[in-house]
């Protein structure tokens, strides 16, 4: 089973700059990576799948990147609304498997 | 436009078996380009895949659950299900139906099941 971990637990960033999210996998998962981004009692809401490609209807200012075992999500420039919980997934093979989420915080 | 919607009891006691139904709508299960699957969420905590299954009836499951799952489809209805047995105050926590190819495209809105006599 692939273990993800994402670094930071919480980050405090302020609105209009720019917030960098880690994610790494304890094996290759190549490019088969997303990203969600979750606000309080809503579902997960899918950003970012392919490691670099945007979901329909996400905004520019949301970017990824990596691959392997080494992966980031960047927003440009934080908007009020982007102040969420960001998981990242793989799903390279089964079992897929979570990180244990990022909680980017209004600083 | 895609919609899913779980539904099934809030309450169930230990020991017994949870159930849940994923109603889909403006879509069909009998895709074979989509996976439809579970995930849950314990309150305060983070997202754990439960299973998933493909339209053909292959199944399957996360080892940490596996002896205790089972997810069935009824295709007649476009619904799919899931059956959790011998729940403990563990298995208390927001539960998701989605569809997924990899990544997780489409979700229901969850619906919290708590674990407790």
């Known amino acids: 089973e692939i273990l993800m971990t994402q670094s930071p637990a919480t980050l405090s960033v302020s609105p209009g700059e720019r917030a960098t999210l880690s994610c790494r996998a304890s094996?290759?998962?190549?490019?088969?990576l997303a990203w969600y981004q979750q606000t309080p009692g809503q579902a997960p809401r899918l950003l970012i799948y392919?490691?670099?490609s945007r979901a329909t209807g996400i905004p520019a200012r949301f970017s990824g990147s990596g691959s392997g075992t080494e992966f980031t999500l960047t927003i440009s420039s934080l908007q009020s609304e982007d102040f969420a919980v960001y998981y990242c997934q793989h799903y390279d093979n089964w079992p897929y498997s979570f990180g244990q989420g990022t909680k980017l915080e209004i600083k | 436009q895609l919609q899913l919607q779980e539904s099934g009891p809030g309450l169930v006691k230990p020991s017994e078996t949870l159930s849940l139904t994923c109603t889909v709508s403006?879509?069909?299960?009998?895709?074979?380009?989509?996976?439809w699957g579970w995930i849950r969420q314990p309150p305060g905590g983070g997202l754990e895949w439960i299973g998933s299954f493909f339209y053909s009836g292959t199944t399957y499951y996360n080892p940490s659950l596996k002896s205790r799952v089972t997810i069935s489809v009824q295709t007649s209805k476009n619904q799919f299900s899931l059956k959790l047995s011998s729940v403990t105050a563990a298995d208390t926590a927001v539960y998701y139906c989605a569809r997924h190819s990899g990544d997780f495209d489409c979700w229901g809105q969850g619906t919290l099941v708590t674990v407790s006599s």
């Open positions: 403006g879509g069909s299960i009998n895709s074979d380009n989509y996976y």
């Open positions: 094996q290759s998962v190549s490019s088969n």
């Open positions: 392919g490691a670099s």
